[in-house]
């Protein structure tokens, strides 16, 4: 079942609710400081800028949610009410799994099969950023740390937990409303990926974007799964990667 509306979320605020036009440019300033900042690191730390701008924007963005009394609910980050719902998490992580894996590898064929790129084709971006990864134990423990911290806490609470959120808040509460707040996460999830994955990394990555956001709203805003699913398969790749799998 589809969750409720963003405006049934839980939400504690000392200040008066900005209002759409409020929302709309916190959401608009954060985003210029994820990109302003991935420009400025991309020429210091290529490979790491990317983890350090979404650090910075939820930094931020930490800050602003203290100055207005939001609680962590309002990102996804629910509290389980009773101790029989953490083992309930365990198949909702694995449907993300397979939802992640799903739509990865279906647009990886799908494109391959129609010709506009090649199961084969350019990986230079992806072995610029990881190809150390192979044979070398602690840079894979290394990005593994990472993986976990940025992007599967991170980005999970960014780009889903946060975005979807605001987004549904700003658009009417209808349901086209309620897909797009889906939708232009997912789009935007997809264009921080293409500098090292190119286009087909934006259709990929947005599509499981769209993926993680749909279960997020039937999971009822509750992020934990997502978490769980997003940091197995990036753990799963950053493995295959290390012990030179070729899948």
Request: proline fraction near 4%; avoid cysteine.
């Amino acid at each position: 079942m589809i969750a409720a509306s963003p405006a049934d979320t839980p939400i504690t605020t000392r200040h008066q609710n900005p209002g759409r036009m409020g929302l709309l440019l916190e959401v608009g300033f954060l985003l210029a400081v994820l990109v302003g900042t991935k420009l400025i690191f991309d020429q210091i730390v290529w490979r790491y800028a990317g983890p350090i701008s979404l650090g910075i924007t939820l930094a931020v963005l930490a800050m602003i949610m203290a100055w207005r009394g939001e609680s962590r609910a309002t990102l996804g980050l629910i509290r389980l009410k009773r101790w029989w719902s953490a083992p309930l998490i365990l198949p909702q992580a694995i449907l993300g799994v397979i939802a992640i894996l799903a739509a990865g590898t279906g647009v990886a064929f799908a494109g391959d099969f129609l010709g506009f790129w090649s199961l084969e084709g350019d990986q230079e971006g992806i072995d610029a950023r990881f190809g150390d990864i192979v044979g070398n134990l602690p840079v894979y423990l290394g990005w593994l740390a990472l993986t976990w911290t940025s992007a599967a806490i991170g980005e999970e609470i960014f780009f889903r937990g946060y975005l979807i959120n605001r987004i549904g808040r700003i658009l009417p509460d209808a349901r086209w409303g309620q897909v797009l707040s889906v939708m232009i996460p997912a789009f935007i999830f997809g264009m921080v990926h293409v500098y090292y994955q190119g286009i087909p990394g934006l259709i990929q990555t947005g599509l499981i974007g769209a993926a993680l956001g749909t279960l997020y709203l039937v999971y009822k805003r509750n992020l934990w799964p997502l978490i769980l699913a997003h940091g197995a398969v990036n753990t799963l790749s950053f493995t295959t990667l290390y012990l030179g799998l070729d899948i």
